[in-house]
């Protein structure tokens, strides 16, 4: 199979070597110290089971693994599948406008959800459902996708990028489940799954609808409460308070499910358990902001707006979490800024 890493920071590159490692030819689109780094070196990949080492290899390009720094210099341009690996910062209409040329009839395609899809209510379920079947409240990204190609997945994985060039796999949770949006992909849904099932994780869920929401909203509860305390795993495991804003949001999250009856196919205590079991995983957004970067926080509460507004449901705790921390990372840019000018 011929596969598109678009956006390759710490999960892509995750993505790219379990899929060059059950024997596929892997692309991956990178830039800056990154790129060069890998370009020159290779890429080295560390897995971890928290304090465990597993494995620390470096993939130098080949035959079957290209690094690449733009689109226009890719050898085989039909692609099987296409990851969508970018931060949600840039993940936007002009990024995408330069994909569209590879995203083609047969070319399955993983956009990032980590924010609620723009496909969230395409295919949608049920007699209930039917006066929200086919809303779009994103056109300005979905313009760009064939609606039926996509593949929905989550990532449940701990992944930093410790420094260019070289991606550190804190723990892997559930890897990677995924399912068909439409059932035109569910052969290639189906062997995506085997693929990654052979070096990795991709078990088989009931409803990714479910998966893909309780994911998303689990980022946002624990980022947003990371960024709050600056806790990491570890603080945020020893902090009852701590556990229990998230908890509070992921109820108010979970409204959004009942009101479409999706079922919850995980409870919010063991979600908790599970995303605090990587107990020395800092988490990206915290990590993002401790390095002066900017946060995905704005566009995961975009999604949850939207879709509250739309179904009538309100989520009171979460939004005013996320107008506080907001004002917070406000105030440490506006800090930084300043420093920037002063310096110069």
Known sequence: MNILIFGAGAIGCHIGHCLHAAGHHVTLICRGQHYAQMKQHGMRISIRDNNVVTLDETI?????????????????PEMDYIFITLKLNDYNSDTLSVLSPFLRANTAVIPPCTKIPFWWFYNLQGKANEKYNGIDFDPNISKHFIKTNVIGMTMW????????????????????????????????????RDFFNETCLSPVVANFRSEIFLKSINSFAFNMIALNTEFNNFQLNEDQ?????????????????????????????????????????????????QNGKPTELQYLWDGF?????????????????YQKVMAKIGSHEASNLSIQVQAK
Not at 61 to 74: A, K, Q, S, T
Not at 307 to 319: A, V
């Open 60 to 76: 130098k390009e080949g035959p079957r693994f290209e690094i690449l720094d733009c689109l226009d210099n890719i050898t085989k």
């Open 157 to 192: 994985v701990s992944a930093v990028l410790e420094c260019p060039g070289h991606i550190v796999v804190k723990h892997i949770q559930r890897g990677y489940p995924l399912g068909a949006i439409h059932p035109e992909m569910e052969g290639h849904a189906t062997r995506l």
């Open 305 to 321: 707006d939207r879709i509250s507004t739309i179904l009538g449901i309100d989520m009171p705790y979460s939004k005013k979490m």
């Open 241 to 289: 308070h701590s556990k229990d804003s998230v908890a509070k949001i992921m109820f108010e999250g979970d409204h959004i499910l009942e009101a479409l009856n999706i079922p919850i196919i995980q409870s919010i205590e063991s979600r908790i358990s599970q995303t605090l079991s990587s107990t020395k995983h800092t988490l990206s957004m915290l990590h993002d902001y």
